[in-house]
């Protein structure tokens, strides 16, 4: 076990808990840290049932669900991050709000590494203003985590060779598929993957096909695993919407513009997954 002291994870939602299940199952005692007590109530719930149902597919041993949610505890201060070694911040995507978390943290003195798991927000820019800029890094997980085997490793203008090094090691530590890439709008993964989903939903907007036909030719043609617009309700309507936001305002290419429909879905509420309906339904 790669050893960097306790974990701090900052955010309880779907990414947060995904994260610190993985810390935990590999040996980590981690801190999980929301202002919502009810979300870390509902994370605890998500990494147990997650944890079960590694077990009755035989991926781990039931033991190991056991001393891998003794080794999580919870808490609704970000004084509970230290004395971390690193601390991975999971809270949603944006740039006023990271920067809240990493200036907090950087008022302990805290001479951890400071991680973000940004999907599009700039590396460079979190780290303006941090005390020593050199320990931020982007730590992009990919969803469900505990599944998911790649993790994007963003350097920032001022990261460190010694701060890169470190976290490449602890995400093979964690049995994930680091790739080192630079701070680019949208990095590699949502750069690609973005502009493939926003052109599923325009052809959904212009009749081209219904939904279902859409992702079905994607899975039997192109042999992915889940349609665009099935992942898109997975990863969450909103979030696609401010990733493709941050790309057409960065670099400035009409081919990152939003679809309207896009716009339309997240303005009635249909979120996809987390509110039941994207743009397939998801009875409870």
Known sequence: ????????????????????????????????????????????????????RQVKKGVIAPELRESTLARIRTATSLDAAAGAGLVVEAVPESIELKRQVFAALDTQGTDAILA????????????????????????HFMNP??????????????TSDETTARVLEIARALEKTPVE????????????????INEAIYCLMEGVATAESIDEVMKLGMNHPMGP??????????????????????????K???????RQYVAAGWLGRKSSRGFHSYPA
């Open 1 to 52: 076990m790669t050893r960097i002291g306790r974990v701090a994870v900052i955010g309880a939602g779907t990414m947060g808990n995904g994260i610190a299940h993985v810390f935990a199952q590999h040996g980590h005692d981690v801190v999980l840290i929301d202002v919502a007590p009810a979300a870390l109530e509902g994370a605890l719930r998500t990494i147990a049932d997650n944890l079960s």
């Open 116 to 139: 973000s798991n940004t999907s599009s927000i700039s590396i460079t820019a979190l780290a303006r203003g941090v005390r020593q800029p050199e320990r931020v890094i982007g730590m």
């Open 145 to 158: 985590v505990p599944v998911m085997k790649l993790v994007e490793v963003i350097r920032g203008l001022q």
């Open 181 to 196: 890439v630079r701070d680019f709008p949208g990095f590699v993964s949502n750069r690609v993957l973005m502009p493939m």
């Open 229 to 254: 617009l099935a992942l898109a309700d997975l990863i969450g309507l909103d979030t696609c919407l401010f990733i493709l936001e941050v790309l057409h305002r960065e670099l400035g290419e009409d």
């Open 256 to 262: 990152y513009r939003p679809c309207p429909l896009l």
